[in-house]
């Protein structure tokens, strides 16, 4: 494996009377590509804003390897697109790189709008962005710091299939940079390509691990299925 | 520093394009006004002018209290607002950004609303202007000082509407009572007693403080 990344040990949360998660554990490894997968309410939104420091574990640890704070490794997609909608897409871009300390932020938004085939719409207002747009112009937000992790929750989410199959691809084209991926997904078939070894939540809880040998998408299907059925 | 600046910069810029919290600030600003003026209307010109701080004073702070709740319900739409909790470094700064912006679009709205009032009441403001103005922007550091602590956690319950005024409103009273008084004297032609300003440098300096280091903690989840 990869030299370690971030690891959880023993993360548990919970919202009053309810628990979210309980006894997480996990090692993710540095340009890895790791699939959380499990029905709603399983938990896998509460984790990823755990792993992002957007929400604080009420039991047990979040470690990230020795260097920066762990919001400047993280690069966070969410349900929402995290836009304004009245700023132009650069001025997006523009606007997150100053919050993030980028150095010349004008010139790395210009970058990553090329990189995400935004250009030709870089001046236009983010409102007027259709979904697999802003899903793009979201993606080179989380980017804009260069992190070393990105976590992608439900990232293809209302778009139709050329664009789902374009964010896919756009995915895998991060992992083979060296990103870390961490996906949270219904989509087995995406997971099965974007990630190296996955996880099956249910009701807050790991029911399954898949480490890199068994990762197939048959197998990480048969596994999902099996995990639902065993629980209650 | 630099992250304070990006966000008061993000902010104008979007209400310039918008304009939907500076418009419903003034508009509600001007309605008070206009109640007011029903409500009251056989006052002579001297009570007026003993009353008109006070009325004015009324319009600030509810009409703040409106734009103070849609600056942060502008950071829900898109979740936006976790992506200023993702930011690295003090948070505190993300505060003076928003507080620093609210203050310039709150101030406008004030200006206007000052400007109806004279001219709803026929009172004579120009004289009172730098008395009044220097009340008004102490007055108003520390609404925003303490709007901008209490909004995200108002914004993000289910009573956003009701929560605000409950929480803001008490913390508001030292700044009210240190701005009437201040504002009285201004539209007075007195000179502005000592304890009015020192209770508002006072204040303000306690909020800007305990907002900046506690924004860290009104932004965890």
Known sequence: ???????????????????????????????????????????????????????????????????????????????????????????????????????????????????????????????GFSRGMAQRLSIARARVHAPELLLLDEPFTGLDEPSAQRLSLR?????????????ATHEIDRAARLAQTALVLVEGMVKRRVNAEEMSEPFLRTAYAEALEASP | MNVALAILWKDLVSEWRSRDRVMAMLVFSILVAVVFYFALPMLRPEELSALAPGLLWTAYLFSALLGLNRSFALELENDALAGLALAPG??????????????????????????????????????????????????????????????????????????????????????????????????AGRPIPFAALQLLLVTDGIYLIVAFLGFDYVLDE
């Open chain 1, 1 to 127: 494996m990869s030299a370690r990344l971030l690891s959880l040990q023993a993360v548990d949360k919970r919202y009053a009377s309810v628990t979210a998660l309980s006894g997480i554990e996990l090692e993710l490894g540095a340009g890895q590509g790791l699939a959380i997968l499990g029905p709603n309410g399983a938990g896998k939104s509460t984790l990823l804003r755990i792993m992002a420091g957007l929400a604080h574990p009420t039991g047990g640890k979040v470690q990230f390897a020795e260097g920066a704070p762990q919001r400047s490794r993280v690069g966070y997609l969410g349900h929402a697109t995290l836009l304004y909608p009245e700023l132009t897409a650069r001025e997006n871009l523009v606007f997150a790189g100053r919050l993030y300390g980028v150095e010349d932020p004008g010139a790395r938004a210009d970058q990553l709008l090329a990189d995400e085939g935004l250009s030709g719409v870089a001046n236009r207002r983010a409102r």
């Open chain 1, 171 to 183: 995915l895998e084209g991060l992992a083979h940079e060296g990103h870390a991926l961490v996906l």
């Open chain 2, 90 to 187: 003090n948070r505190g700064w993300i505060f003076l950004g928003k507080a620093a912006a609210n203050w310039v679009l709150i101030s406008i709205v004030q200006i206007l609303t000052a400007g109806v009032f004279a001219l709803f009441y026929g009172i004579d403001l120009v004289p009172a202007l730098p008395g009044l103005a220097t009340v008004v922007g102490l007055g108003t550091v520390g609404i925003c000082a303490a709007g901008t602590l209490l909004a995200p956690m108002a914004v993000r319950t289910g009573f956003r509407e009701v929560l605000l005024p409950v929480l803001l409103l008490p913390a508001l009273f030292p700044i009210l009572a240190g701005a009437v008084e201040g504002s009285g004297a201004a539209v």
